[in-house]
C-alpha cells in the first residue's frame, strides 16, 4: 500500500508540473484591442426593418392618375371632377394645361385662384379636394399581383389583403416598399402600423427555403427536395 502512495505522488507531481509548463502568462497591461482567431468569420448583415411614414394630407403630392373635385365657388361651370394624366398635367378651365405632378392640393388651389383672379374673376375661393388616389402595386408572393386603389391612410396589410393574402411561399414578417421616385426598396414591418402611399411598390418576398426549392426542384423533383429536408 506504502508503494503505491508513493506511485501516486510521483503521477500527481508530473500532472502539475505538466500543467505548470502549458500555462500561458498573462501580460500586466493587456489594454489593446483583442486578438481575433483567423477563422472568425463577421455574421451576416442584419435587416433593419424601418417604419414606413404615414400619409399626411397637407403634404400629399398630387401625381398622374389622382382624380381631383376642383369646386370654385359661386362658379359651377368651372368646378367638377378632374384626373391627372399620365404626364402629370391637368386641364382647368379657363387656365388650360398646366403640371401639377409635385403640388399638394393647397399649392393648386392657391395657384387657380391666382390665374382665376388674374382678369377673370373677382377675389375667387377655390377648393381642391383628392376624390382618388393613384393605386398601389403589390407584387412578389400574393396571390393576385397587381395595381389597387389607394385608400385614406391604407396599411400594407391592408394592400396585401387587397392581392389576396400571402401565397405559401411569402416572407409574412417583412415586406419591400420603394415610394414612388425612389430608386431603391426599403423593408418596413408588415403590420397594421406601417402606413403607404399612394404610388408605392410593395413586394412580398419568397422564403430562403422556397427559394432554394424553385432552383433545386426542376433537377431533383419538388417532392423529393421536400422530402430530404423533412427527414
Not at 505522488?9 to 493587456?30: E, Q
Not at 368651372?78 to 401639377?100: E, H, N, Y
Not at 408588415?190 to 413586394?203: A, E, F, K, M, N
Request: hydrophobic share 40%; net charge negative.
Amino acid at each position: 500500500m506504502r508503494g503505491l502512495t508513493g506511485i501516486a505522488k510521483i503521477v500527481a507531481g508530473a500532472v502539475l508540473a505538466l500543467a505548470l509548463g502549458c500555462a500561458v502568462p498573462v501580460a500586466a497591461d493587456d489594454s489593446g484591442p483583442p486578438i481575433l482567431r483567423g477563422d472568425l468569420q463577421p455574421g451576416p448583415d442584419e435587416t433593419v426593418v424601418v417604419e414606413a411614414q404615414r400619409l399626411s394630407d397637407n403634404d400629399y403630392r398630387l401625381g398622374a392618375n389622382d382624380k381631383l373635385h376642383l369646386t370654385v365657388y359661386g362658379e359651377d361651370d368651372l368646378s367638377g371632377d378632374f384626373q391627372v394624366d399620365s404626364s402629370g398635367m391637368l386641364r382647368i378651365p379657363l387656365i388650360g394645361d398646366m403640371k401639377v405632378a409635385g403640388m399638394t392640393a393647397h399649392d393648386l388651389e392657391t395657384f387657380v385662384e391666382n390665374q382665376l383672379g388674374n382678369g377673370y374673376l373677382k377675389d375667387p375661393r377655390v377648393s381642391v379636394e383628392v376624390t382618388q388616389y393613384r393605386p398601389v402595386y403589390v407584387i412578389g408572393e400574393v396571390n393576385k399581383p397587381g395595381p389597387y386603389s389607394y385608400a385614406g391612410n391604407m396599411s400594407a396589410l391592408n394592400a396585401i389583403a387587397l392581392a389576396g393574402g400571402f401565397t405559401e411561399k411569402a416572407v409574412e414578417s417583412t415586406v419591400y416598399i420603394r415610394h414612388e421616385g425612389d430608386t431603391e426598396e426599403q423593408p418596413v414591418s408588415t403590420d397594421q402600423l406601417t402606413r403607404i402611399r399612394p404610388g408605392d411598390v410593395l413586394r412580398v418576398k419568397e422564403t430562403a427555403f422556397w427559394n432554394v426549392a424553385d432552383v433545386v426542384s426542376p433537377l431533383t423533383g419538388l417532392g423529393y427536395f421536400v422530402n430530404a429536408f423533412a427527414t
